[in-house]
């Protein structure tokens, strides 16, 4: 079994920064591609970052510029850098890894999500 529990999020102010975590436990062989997710009251969840394992990230445009995502994975943890947070980055955020374990094959698991609001 796979744990990918996230660090806490919290209330921010517009212009603010904030790192998310997400760690992986559990039954690891090696983590592939990693993903944070974020979903807004009323919306539908949308991909906001990605990383493959040979390093390359990829963005939504709306977080282009001002989102990172960040790996190590000698401590199966996934970091998301946000700069100059937005009032329309209040989102709960999720993290989402495909795990390759030693017992189960290959396996896409989430986080449970993290609240960050942002005020103005």
């Known amino acids: 079994q796979v744990q990918l529990p996230e660090s806490r999020g919290g209330l921010v102010q517009a212009g603010e920064s904030l790192r998310l975590s997400c760690s992986g436990s559990?039954?690891?062989?090696?983590?592939?591609?990693v993903s944070w997710y974020r979903q807004a009251p009323g919306k539908q969840r949308e991909l906001v970052a990605s990383?493959?394992?040979?390093?390359?990230?990829d963005y939504a445009d709306s977080v282009k510029g001002r989102f990172t995502i960040a790996e190590n994975y000698a401590e199966n943890t996934v970091f998301l850098n946000i700069n100059s947070l937005k009032p329309e980055d209040t989102a709960v955020y999720y993290c989402n890894a495909n795990i390759e374990t030693f017992t189960q094959g290959s396996n896409d698991y989430w986080g449970q999500g993290t609240q960050v609001t942002v005020s103005s």
């Open positions: 559990g039954d690891i062989f090696k983590i592939r591609i």
């Open positions: 990383l493959t394992e040979a390093g390359i990230a």
